[in-house]
């Protein structure tokens, strides 16, 4: 039995079934700065799945940041989409002055890792703004990589072009937004039907991004979004459970939501928390 003390925050095995925890915005834990370079390398290291977040620059070229503007989450000001490369090297991340990390620095870093590791590119533009200029970039810096990448967004468009130039990049797709405006209109039969046409549709994605609670609400209804899209030969990846008190583990709300999710197999889920989620799970199962 592996040690509580000493969880590294990969996975969580249950009834024969492994469960990936994902370190969100490339965070081990919450208290981790927001994108940082040296949890990345830990997590390529141990072989852990990891997300960012890219957002496009007037180049063509990216920079991992979440936020459409530059001040939330850095000492820059206005729109990223109008900053080109040479902008951006003398910005800071507000989080313990780090510069930014940029495409170019993602590549070269993603040269050696461990096989069993997995990042994940959240792309937060569509392909309107990224148009064929960012693509032919991604092609240029992450044809060759050894890191395993996929490649995930809300835009279709996208990733249906991201398919045609880059095909040995797996591909995800979140249709959480969508579903819950199918389902406040027209319920859970028509988000059955939007889902299945999404997963037979031209992206051919290899994993499915679906919202915990949205999951959770499904299934109480009759609707178990994940085994629909396992059925169908994808995984899903429910995000994002973070724990509101690491130390203590979890709440008894939380482990009501976090056991019923953990029952509908998912095949991997996002956190902030991943070695707390882990520990938590364990002080709970071995009682």
Same mark, same amino acid.
């Given at each position: 039995?592996?040690?509580?003390a ?8 249950h ?21 940082s370079?040296?949890?990345? !390398?830990?997590?390529? !290291?141990?072989? &852990?799945?990891?997300?960012l ?9 990216f ?5 459409r ?36 620095d ?33 092609? !240029? ?21 991201v ?13 959480t ?6 389902w406040? &209109? ?10 299945? &046409? ?11 991004y ?7 609400? !499904? ?5 178990d ?48 928390? &991943? ?13």
């Open positions: 039995m592996t040690d509580v000493n969880v590294q925050g990969l996975e969580i095995s009834e024969g079934h492994r469960t990936r925890l994902k370190w969100h915005r490339l965070r081990k834990r919450f208290a981790d700065p927001l994108f370079a040296e949890v990345m !390398a830990e997590g390529f !290291a141990a072989g &852990a799945s990891m997300e977040d890219l957002r496009v620059r007037a180049d063509g070229g920079v991992v940041l979440h936020d503007e530059l001040e939330g989450e850095t000492t820059g000001h206005g729109p990223i989409a109008k900053r080109s490369i040479g902008d951006l090297r003398d910005i800071r991340m507000k989080e313990g002055d780090r510069p930014l990390i940029l495409s170019e993602l590549a070269a870093m993603m040269q050696s890792t461990h096989p069993d590791a997995l990042l994940q590119f959240d792309m937060k533009d569509d392909y309107e703004a990224i148009g064929s200029k960012g693509i032919e970039h991604l092609a !240029a810096h992450f044809r060759d990589i050894a890191a395993s990448v996929i490649v995930s967004g809300g835009s279709l468009d996208l990733i249906v072009a398919k045609e130039k880059l095909p040995q990049l797996l591909r995800g797709i979140d249709p937004d969508k579903l819950y405006d199918i406040k &209109a027209s319920g859970w039969k028509a988000v059955e039907a939007e889902l299945r &046409a999404d997963l037979g549709g031209p992206t051919e994605p290899d994993t499915i679906l919202h915990w609670r949205l999951v959770l609400d !499904a299934a109480k209804e009759g609707l979004m994940i085994a629909l899209c396992q059925e169908h030969g994808k995984r899903v990846d429910a995000w994002t459970f973070t724990l509101k008190d690491p130390e203590a583990g979890f709440s008894e709300e939380e482990w009501l939501n976090f056991s019923a999710l953990m029952a509908l197999k998912p095949d991997q889920i996002t956190t902030d928390e &991943a070695p707390a989620t882990e520990r938590a799970w364990r002080r709970r199962i071995n009682g």
